[in-house]
C-alpha cells in the first residue's frame, strides 16, 4: 500500500489541474472573442469588467439560468447523456501530459504530472476518439436532420483524420524509443522533434484541428448547411458542456503538440511551467488565428485532402524515418 | 484485492453483453457493446497488459463502433426486429437446446482443465521489465512474423475487395 502522503498528492495534483482547466476553458472563449475581434478590426466584449474580462462569467451564469428544452420526439436517456460523454473524454486525457520538470516541495518530489502511464501516448488517442460519441449520440438522439447530419459527418471526419493524426506521431515514436510522454519529453533534451519531423508535425497540427472540429475542419457545425449541426437542439447548460468540450479539445490538443514536438516544458531560463504554458498558448492562438482567417472545407475536399493527401505523406513520413533510424 | 477490481469489471462485461441482445433499439444495443469492450479493456489491465487494453479501446470502442453506430444511423435500422427475427415457438426450443449444448461443452472443457494451455516463459514482471509495447512489438517480427504477415494480407484484400465491390 502506498503511504497517506501519496493520496494527498494525487487528489492535489487533480483538483489543481483540473480547476486551472476548467477555468482556461471559460477564458479561452473571452480570449477567442478578443482575438478574432482584433483581427475584424473590433473591440471584442468591453461591457463586463474591464475589457470585458468578467463576460465568461456573466455567460456561465446566463447560460445555467436558461430554460433547457427537450425535443418531445428526442430519445431522452441518450439525448442527456450525450453532452456528458463529450465532456468526460476531452477533459481525462490531460491526466498523461506532463507539463513541468519535477519539483522540490516540502522534502518530497513530485512529479508535475498526474500520472506517467508507459502506454501514455495511446491513452490520449484512446480517450480521444471516444469524444465522438458524444457528438454522434448527441445528433443522432435530437432527432432532427440538420442534427443528424452533424453527427454523422463528424463520425466520418474524426475516423478519416484519427488515421492520420496517428500515424503521424509514429516518427516521434521511433525517435523516444517509448509510449510514455515523460520520456518521450525527456527524449527532447538535445533537440525538439519538430527538427527531425516537420512533416509529421504538419499533418498532427492540420489532423488535430480537425479533430477538435474546428474551422476549417467544423463541417459537424457549419452554420451555413446545417444551422448549428449536431447541437442544433441542445440549449442552456448541456449547450454549455458541448463548447466545454471543444474548447478542453484544444487545449489537450495544444499540450500534446507541445509535448510531442516542441519539447514540451524544455526551454532555457524561464521555469519550466511557463515554458509549458507559453507554447500551448502559442498553439492556441494559432488555432484561433485559423478560425478567423480561413473558410471552411467542403465535404468532399475535406474528405479527399485526409485520404489522399494526409495519409500517404503520413506513411511516406513513417518510411523515411524509419530508413534514418535503421541507417543511424 | 484482486477480486475488488474483478469482480465489479466481470460483472458489468457480462451484464452489458446480455444487454446486447435482449436490448431492441439497435442503438442501445451498440452501446452496450461498447460498454462490453470498456469491461473488457479493464480487465487487461488487471492482466498487467496495458498495451492491449489501451489498443481495445482506440480500436474497437474509438473506431469500429463508431462506423457500427454510423451505418445505424444512415440505414435508420427499425426499432422493431425483422421477421424473420421475431420469437416463435419452434425457434425458441431450439435455442434453448442449442445453449443448453453449449453450456454443457464448457462446463465439461473448463472442468477437465484441457483449455488451461501451458505457461508461458513471460511472467508479469518480465514483460514489465522489458516493457509491454516493446515485447508485444519484438514478438510480432519475430516469433509471429508469419502468422502476422497473413494477417495483414487477409486485410488488405479485404480492403481491395471492399473496394471493387463499393465501386461497381
Redesign the interface.
Known amino acids: 500500500m502506498p503511504e497517506p502522503a501519496f493520496f494527498v498528492i494525487m487528489v492535489a495534483k487533480i483538483v489543481v489541474v483540473f480547476g486551472l482547466m476548467l477555468l482556461s476553458v471559460a477564458y479561452l472563449t473571452w480570449l477567442e472573442r478578443k482575438v478574432i475581434g482584433d483581427i475584424q478590426v473590433r473591440l471584442g466584449p468591453m461591457r463586463v469588467g474591464p475589457h470585458g474580462l468578467l463576460q465568461p462569467i456573466a455567460d456561465g451564469i446566463k447560460l445555467m439560468f436558461k430554460e433547457d428544452i427537450v425535443p418531445q420526439a428526442a ?1 431522452r436517456t ?1 439525448y442527456l447523456l450525450a453532452p456528458t460523454l463529450a465532456l468526460i473524454p476531452a477533459f481525462i486525457s490531460f491526466a498523461v501530459i506532463p507539463f513541468g520538470d519535477r519539483i522540490r516541495l516540502f522534502g518530497r518530489t513530485i512529479d508535475l504530472v498526474i500520472t506517467d ?3 501514455g501516448l ?2 490520449v ?3 480521444a ?2 469524444g ?2 458524444g457528438i ?2 448527441g445528433g ?1 438522439a435530437s432527432n432532427n436532420k440538420y442534427a ?1 447530419l452533424g ?2 459527418r463528424s ?2 471526419q ?2 478519416s483524420y ?1 488515421l492520420s493524426l496517428g500515424l503521424s506521431v509514429v516518427g516521434v515514436l521511433m525517435l523516444s524509443q ?2 510514455s510522454l515523460v520520456q518521450i519529453v525527456n527524449a527532447q533534451s538535445t533537440a525538439w522533434f519538430i527538427l527531425f519531423q516537420p512533416i509529421g508535425f504538419l499533418i498532427f497540427l492540420i489532423c488535430a484541428i480537425a479533430e477538435t472540429n474546428r474551422a476549417p475542419f467544423d463541417l459537424p457545425e457549419a452554420e451555413t448547411e446545417l444551422v448549428a449541426g449536431f447541437h442544433v437542439e441542445y440549449s442552456s447548460m448541456k449547450f454549455a458542456m458541448y463548447f466545454m468540450a471543444e474548447y478542453a479539445n484544444m487545449i489537450t490538443v495544444a499540450a500534446m503538440a507541445t509535448t510531442l514536438f516542441l519539447g514540451g516544458w524544455r526551454g532555457p531560463f524561464l521555469p519550466p511551467v511557463v515554458w509549458f504554458l507559453v507554447k500551448l498558448y502559442l498553439f492556441i492562438f494559432l488555432f484561433i488565428w485559423l478560425r478567423a482567417t480561413l473558410p471552411r472545407f467542403r465535404y468532399d475536399q475535406l474528405m479527399r485532402f485526409g485520404w489522399k493527401v494526409l495519409l500517404p505523406l503520413a506513411l511516406a513520413n513513417i518510411m523515411i524515418t524509419a530508413a534514418f533510424v535503421a541507417l543511424r | 484485492m484482486e477480486w475488488l477490481v474483478f469482480a465489479p469489471l466481470a460483472a458489468v462485461a457480462l451484464a452489458t453483453a446480455v444487454l446486447v441482445i435482449v436490448l431492441r433499439n439497435p ?1 442501445y444495443c451498440a ?1 452496450s457493446l ?1 460498454g462490453t469492450f470498456f469491461a473488457l479493456s479493464g480487465l487487461y489491465l488487471l492482466l498487467q497488459a ?2 492491449i ?3 481495445q ?2 480500436i474497437y ?3 469500429i463502433m ?2 457500427f ?2 451505418v445505424i ?2 440505414l435508420d435500422v427499425g426499432h422493431e426486429p425483422p421477421a424473420w427475427l421475431q420469437r416463435d415457438r419452434p425457434k425458441l426450443v431450439l435455442g434453448i437446446v442449442l445453449i443448453s449444448l453449449l453450456l454443457l461443452e464448457l462446463v465439461v472443457a473448463i472442468g477437465s482443465r484441457v483449455s488451461q494451455g501451458i505457461r508461458g516463459p513471460y511472467t508479469s514482471e518480465l514483460v514489465n521489465a522489458i ?3 516493446q515485447l508485444v512489438g519484438r514478438l510480432l517480427f519475430t516469433d509471429f512474423l508469419i502468422p502476422f504477415e497473413i494477417t495483414s494480407i487477409i486485410l488488405l484484400i479485404a480492403i481491395v475487395g471492399a473496394m471493387v465491390l463499393a465501386k461497381r
Open positions: 430519445d441518450i502511464v508507459n502506454v495511446l491513452y488517442f484512446g480517450v476518439s471516444l465522438i460519441y454522434v449520440l443522432w443528424l453527427g454523422l463520425a466520418a474524426m475516423i484519427e517509448s509510449l | 442503438i452501446l461498447v496495458q498495451f487494453a489501451v489498443v479501446v482506440i470502442a474509438g473506431a463508431v462506423l453506430l454510423f444511423m444512415l516493457g509491454n509495447t
